[in-house]
T-cell receptor, first 111, second 116 residues
Framework: LAKTTQPISMDSYEGQEVNITCSHN???????ITWYQQFPSQGPRFIIQ???TKVTNEVASLFIPADRKSSTLSLPRVSLSDTAVYYC????????????FGQGTELSVKP | GAGVSQSPSNKVTEKGKDVELRCDPI?????LYWYRQRLGQGLEFLIY????????KSGLPSDRFSAERTGESVSTLTIQRTQQEDSAVYLC??????????????FGPGTRLTVL
């Protein structure tokens, strides 16, 4: 079971790029890395997923170094609406393991 | 349906009463998950279903908690003899295939449970 560690909170301003790093030292060979976003009073929402190197979609980029012991979610030019909690997720269920979301990173975007 | 739905959206109950929370997953999704989120906290995994089978129930906090699922459809989470520490938002999610980190989980809006 891969445990993840993220900063508890981060502050940013509108228009800036935000990078949130997640540590997962005991990631398994078949684990993917997934990031979710949660707004207040809503369930989490999938943002991006990757296995190695770099993945980019319309919302974010995900950078994963060769050793895969960490990953960085990059949000370009954040706006006030990006204020949310961001969770890094690593692990598998199908062998009886549990997926743990952890505390997440609370991102606050200011004008 | 268009997404995962949960009912009720809010539930206020008295300590000692039983409550039943319902989750309707996205049609065709094999895997279904229950999480608990206390105020200001991260998500706490409770249980997941593969079809109507629950391979791992060890995340359930106590024997007052139980869950069942009918086929690959509705799931109910039952809390007996509720306690104040059960107050939280209970989130349900579903995913298309086998439960793994590669599957995107689609979450419902949650049920906010308040035990007085």
């Amino acid at each position: 079971l891969a445990k993840t560690t993220q900063p508890i909170s981060m502050d940013s301003y509108e228009g800036q790029e935000v990078n949130i790093t997640c540590s997962h030292n005991n990631i398994a060979t078949n684990d993917y890395i997934t990031w979710y976003q949660q707004f207040p009073s809503q369930g989490p929402r999938f943002i991006i997923q990757g296995y190695k190197t770099k993945v980019t979609n319309e919302v974010a980029s995900l950078f994963i170094p060769a050793d895969r012991k960490s990953s960085t979610l990059s949000l370009p030019r954040v706006s006030l609406s990006d204020t949310a909690v961001y969770y890094c997720l690593v692990g598998v269920y199908n062998q009886g393991g549990k997926l743990i979301f952890g505390q997440g990173t609370e991102l606050s975007v200011k004008p | 349906g268009a997404g995962v739905s949960q009912s009720p959206s809010n539930k206020v109950t008295e300590k000692g009463k039983d409550v039943e929370l319902r989750c309707d997953p996205i049609s065709g999704h094999t895997a279904l998950y229950w999480y608990r989120q206390r105020l200001g906290q991260g998500l706490e995994f409770l249980i997941y279903f593969q079809g109507n089978s629950a391979p791992d129930k060890s995340g359930l906090p106590s024997d007052r908690f139980s869950a069942e699922r009918t086929g690959e459809s509705v799931s109910t989470l039952t809390i007996q003899r509720t306690q104040q520490e059960d107050s939280a938002v209970y989130l349900c999610a579903s995913s298309l295939q086998v439960a793994s980190s590669t599957d995107t989980q689609y979450f419902g809006p949650g049920t906010r449970l308040t035990v007085l």
